[in-house]
Structure formats: C-alpha cells, structure tokens
T-cell receptor
Framework: DTGVSQNPRHKITKRGQNVTFRCDPI?????LYWYRQTLGQGPEFLTYFQNEAQLEKSRLLSDRFSAERPKGSFSTLEIQRTEQGDSAMYLC????????????FGPGTRLTVL | AQSVTQPDIHITVSEGASLELRCNYSYGATPYLFWYVQSPGQGLQLLLK??????LVQGIKGFEAEFKRSQSSFNLRKPSVHWSDAAEYFCAVGDSSASKIIFGSGTRLSIRP
C-alpha cells in the first residue's frame, strides 16, 4: 500500500498524559499536513511542513501541541498534558509541492481522552 | 477570511435518483475548490477539484460540480446515486498556495433503497 499511513489508529489515554502520533506520507511527497476533526465537523487545519520545515501553524495548535518532521519524511504530532477537549480524529495528509497538487489523506488516529 | 458553508446537514435520496449537494464559500480572490468524500473507517478521498478554466468539473464516481462565481457556489451533482454513495461529503476551499484547506462541516448522504 503506497498511501498515507498513520499509527496508531486508535489511542485511549487518561487526562494529563502525553501522546504521540506518527504519519508516514506518500514517499515522493514534499508537503505534509495535520488536521483535526471532531464529531460532526469537517477537518480543521493544524499545521503543515514543506520537507522538514514547519511553514504554518494554526492558532488551534496550542503550546501543548508540537509537530516535527525531522528528516522530511515521516512526521510526529505530540500532545502534552492531554485534556478531554483534545478527543478527536487527527488526520494527516501529504502532497507534492505545487499549489494545485492534491492532498491525500490517511485514515486518521482517533484519540479518546478519559 | 476563507469559509465554507454546507447548508444541508443530512440528505436522504432514493437509489437511482439525482443528487445535488450545496456549497457556498467566502474568499476574496479566485478560490481553489474541492469536494471530498469520507466513508466510515475510510480516509478522506478527493472527488474533484477546481482551480481555473472550465467551470463544470468532472470527478470520480460519476460526480460533477459547477463553479458559479456570481453565487459563490460550488455545488456537487450526480445524475443517479448508488447505495455505495452513502457517506459524508465535504466541500472545501484553499488559497493559491494550497498550504491549507478550509473544510465545511459536511453533508451526510443517506440512500433510500
């Protein structure tokens, strides 16, 4: 399978714990995006990378959230001191570099904070 | 600021009937417009996109959409729906850099046998 993959698919954690998600983009894609989707809503943009550079961050990305893409390949999204409001589906997408290139989405990681 | 409105939260149509899902956007310049579909347990899949040129865009699975600048709309249509079309549909708008996409809240499509 050469699509975008995300791990884990599901994560249940207790409030206050830290969690980390991983995204592996399509291999030749330079851009990588993170979105968050809550129940009954469309995805909301969090941040994106061009190769290893993080070029834009949404105001939704509080100080407890950090994303990295150290070698311009896979990316991780870490949430520190999780809160119940962090419960959501976290989606990763990747694309080539041109502005008209399609963003391909992974299946997402569903986070439940108890 | 960019925004997308999908006024219909849930639509039910009979199998074989035609479909139109509404989408209105707000964007100052010429927008990049998208329709994505999300089935349970599946990732978002792009149905079609509009960047420029012909305002009637053909997509996958027999879907099409028409960009109407005067109405700030980008409605999705299909002449005859199949039971497998039941899913959540999202309209979205991006800027010229396409660094991010702004999604609407979605329309859930149910198919009546």
């Amino acid at each position: 399978d050469t699509g975008v993959s995300q791990n884990p698919r599901h994560k249940i954690t207790k409030r206050g714990q830290n969690v980390t998600f991983r995204c592996d983009p399509i291999s030749e894609h330079n851009r990588l995006y993170w979105y968050r989707q809550t129940l009954g809503q469309g995805p909301e943009f969090l941040t994106y990378f061009q190769n290893e550079a993080q070029l834009e961050k949404s105001r939704l990305l509080s100080d407890r959230f950090s994303a990295e893409r150290p070698k311009g390949s896979f990316s991780t999204l870490e949430i520190q001191r999780t809160e119940q409001g962090d419960s959501a589906m976290y989606l990763c997408a990747s694309s080539l570099s041109h502005s008209t290139d399609t963003q391909y989405f992974g299946p997402g990681t569903r986070l439940t904070v108890l | 600021a960019q925004s997308v409105t999908q006024p219909d939260i849930h639509i039910t149509v009979s199998e074989g009937a035609s479909l139109e899902l509404r989408c209105n956007y707000s964007y100052g310049a010429t927008p990049y417009l998208f329709w994505y579909v999300q089935s349970p347990g599946q990732g978002l899949q792009l149905l079609l996109k509009y960047f420029s040129g012909d305002t009637l865009v053909q997509g996958i699975k027999g879907f099409e959409a028409e960009f109407k600048r005067s109405q700030s709309s980008f409605n999705l249509r299909k002449p005859s729906v199949h039971w497998s079309d039941a899913a959540e549909y999202f309209c979205a708008v991006g800027d010229s850099s396409a660094s991010k996409i702004i999604f609407g809240s979605g329309t859930r499509l149910s198919i009546r046998p």
